[in-house]
């Protein structure tokens, strides 16, 4: 459909170290398998998306959020003629900064980094991962990825405006990314929201009442898959009708974006930059079913109260080892010891923490006495 505005894998604005090419594979398929073997990305198995790991042995964890992100994003960029590997690439790579315990542990850190006229954002921070953390190679720091897939850790879920501070001026301020790194966005709403449905629902939180009144096409679906499938259990019954959700919405979104590019007029890439809004999006019907979903989740999952617990708990965590660290930073780990003699303390702390995954967070303060 939008082959015309196909990132070329080989007009890539290269590295910030130069390398010569690869024999067989392109440089986003380099990058791409760069971050399945950094060790930020195999932390991920034991960082929390919503539910707490070890609720059981089903619920999703950032990992395996990161490959249905992945599998959602591939979809829709084959469906419409963009380059699969660079979405890919980008799918892999959009979590690899968030630190334990989810968006709990993001706010946590950031509120303590905020007392230092600092921030954190998981999304910088995957960069930061990228461009220094991660030491693998000997003749440079991080994983020297290409420009391109860079700009879409920073860019795919936000803008980067002409007056952004300093650090983010390389980034082509002002200008929107590739359509490629658009649909991660969206992507991501679609994996976590039909996700976090099928987690809420083994956890009991949710029922196919709640969907019904919440959702009310899931109506049809529901109504269907038991005229259908008469015998088969509550849990059966309801993966058949979370695929219905999840076939409309990706649908809704390759149509949405289909048609957004037609009305634009945009005949390339570069047109897709030039423009002042994203051409990434739901269809009308879509966007109401997707928000009805948020809603559902929100009320019925997010806010319950074990969960409001743990999260509170976890925040305390963050907050104590955190603090700790800050009076003793001789405690950190040695590779991240390194840090501190060209790097602030704060950040260092802050660099290692979110680095932890949620089990690590727990043994590092119990042996710590915390």
């Known amino acids: 459909m939008l082959s015309h505005l196909r990132l070329d894998s080989r ?5 910030r170290y130069p390398e010569l090419p690869h024999p ?6 380099r990058d791409r398998d760069r971050i399945i073997h950094s060790r930020a990305f195999r932390r991920l198995e034991g960082k929390t998306q919503v539910f707490t790991i ?11 959020h990161t490959i249905e992100v992945s599998q959602v994003a591939r979809t829709v960029a084959v469906t419409l003629g963009l380059n699969e590997e660079y979405t890919e690439t980008l799918a892999l790579a959009h979590d690899l900064g968030h630190p334990p315990f989810g968006h709990v542990g993001e706010r946590e850190l950031d509120r303590q980094m905020r007392q230092f006229g600092s921030s954190f954002e998981h999304n910088l921070h995957s960069l930061r991962i990228v461009d220094r953390l991660e030491q693998r190679y000997a003749s440079f720091d991080g994983l020297n990825l290409t420009f391109d897939v860079r700009e879409g850790i920073v860019k795919h879920s936000r803008e980067v405006e002409r007056d952004a501070d300093p650090e983010l001026q390389e980034f082509l301020p002002g200008e929107r990314p590739a359509l490629e790194a658009q649909l991660l966005d969206i992507a991501d709403e679609i994996a976590y929201g039909t996700a976090d449905l099928d987690d809420s629902f083994t956890a009991g939180l949710i029922s196919f009442d709640d969907l019904r009144a919440y959702v009310p096409e899931s109506a049809d679906w529901i109504e269907t ?26 649908g809704g979104f390759i149509e949405g974006t289909a048609q957004a590019a037609a009305a634009a007029g945009v005949q390339s890439s570069a047109d897709v930059r030039a423009l002042d809004y994203r051409l990434a999006q739901f269809s009308p019907a879509t966007i109401r079913i997707n928000a009805n979903l948020k809603t559902l989740l ?13 999260r509170a708990r976890a925040s305390e965590r963050v907050r104590a080892l955190f603090e700790f660290l800050l009076e003793r930073p001789e405690k ?17 702390v802050c660099d290692y923490i979110a680095g932890m995954t949620d089990a690590y967070v727990l043994r590092k303060a119990r042996d710590l006495g915390l």
């Open 225 to 250: 898959t038991e005229t259908r499938y008469p015998g088969a259990s509550d849990r059966v019954r309801f993966w058949e009708v979370q695929r219905h959700l999840m076939n409309t919405l990706i």
């Open 54 to 64: 070890g609720l059981n042995d089903h619920t999703r964890n950032r990992l395996t």
């Open 11 to 15: 007009s890539h604005r290269g590295r």
């Open 298 to 310: 929100t009320e019925r999952a997010y806010s319950c109260e074990p969960l409001v617990k743990e």
């Open 24 to 29: 067989y594979r392109n440089d986003f398929q």
């Open 332 to 348: 950190v780990s040695p590779g991240y010891r390194e840090h501190l003699e060209d790097t602030p303390v704060h950040r260092v």
